[in-house]
């Protein structure tokens, strides 16, 4: 269980609505955080903070929502003025996945640019504004869930692939520049998950054997701080993502591209 004295008082997290976020939300509450929920649903948002108060919370664990669009350029001037008067120990950004293949060029230019303004300038944004304060009082912890997908750039989720691989770089140079600060900061690289927003996409079921249970992401998660710069969301993922950076560049690509094609049976 996570260290409350270590990564609260507040925790943050963006994207935290339902699926990995919302574990992660349950259980930074029962280890005693305080947590600030964000995403877009407020009903969902106000249905979640009675649910954790009601089952999940630690005495003394607060709940406050911030319904909140992370793909807005004003997104992270928002979040910080919502959350000024907390000391904010953990930020935990979850929000981003592209559950939808398509072509880069088919997109309209305003999806392409949303996705890089969650996932790229809201990220980046906070990771500089939560990170700072972190810094400034010596303790704190920042959680990005990447992805797979990270790894190489793939057909039918070119921006998706790429704004992952930038959260991944992004966190190992934190995690370099932040050592020794007591901030740790953690990339993890999830593989395909049952999360609401990727059941809704229907390309595969729960219980195929390759897809992980989303409390589990969570807890790997938050169990990996300290051990950054980025993991795999389990063990075993660890070990395959680091075997595919062995693997020659354009066979990576083409293998990856090939698989997206085959997930979402679709050509492009
Ligand atoms: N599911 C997978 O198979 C999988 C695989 C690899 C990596 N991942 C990573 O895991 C993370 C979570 O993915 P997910 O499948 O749960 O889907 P998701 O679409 O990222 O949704 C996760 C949460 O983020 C919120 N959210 C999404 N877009 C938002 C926005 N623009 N502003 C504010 N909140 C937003 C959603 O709530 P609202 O809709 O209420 O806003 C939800 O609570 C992503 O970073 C993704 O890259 C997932």
Known sequence: MIDASRY????????????????????????GCSVVLVSRRPEVL???RTSILADDAAPGAEVRCVALDLA?????????AEVADLDVGLLF???????????????????????????????????????????????GGVVVMSSGAAIAGAALIATYSATKAYQQILCEALWAELDGTGVDVVCVLAGTT?????????VLTADDPSVMDPAVVAANALAALGHGP??????ELTQMFAGLYTVPRTMLIEGVSAGTRANFGLDG
């Open 230 to 235: 980025a993991v795999g969301a389990s063990d």
């Open 194 to 202: 049952a999360t609401p927003a990727f059941l809704r996409t229907a």
């Open 72 to 80: 807005t350029d004003d997104a992270a001037d928002r979040l910080c």
């Open 93 to 139: 950004y979850n929000a981003g996945a592209d559950v939808r293949g398509q072509v880069f060029l088919d997109r309209d230019a305003d999806e392409v640019l949303g996705m890089v303004r969650c996932n790229v300038v809201t990220a980046t944004a906070l990771c500089h504004a939560l990170g700072r304060r972190m810094r400034d009082r010596g303790r």
């Open 46 to 48: 106000d249905a979640l």
């Open 8 to 31: 609260g008082p507040w925790a943050v997290i963006a994207g935290a609505s339902e699926g990995i976020g919302e574990h992660a939300a349950r259980q930074l509450a029962a280890a």
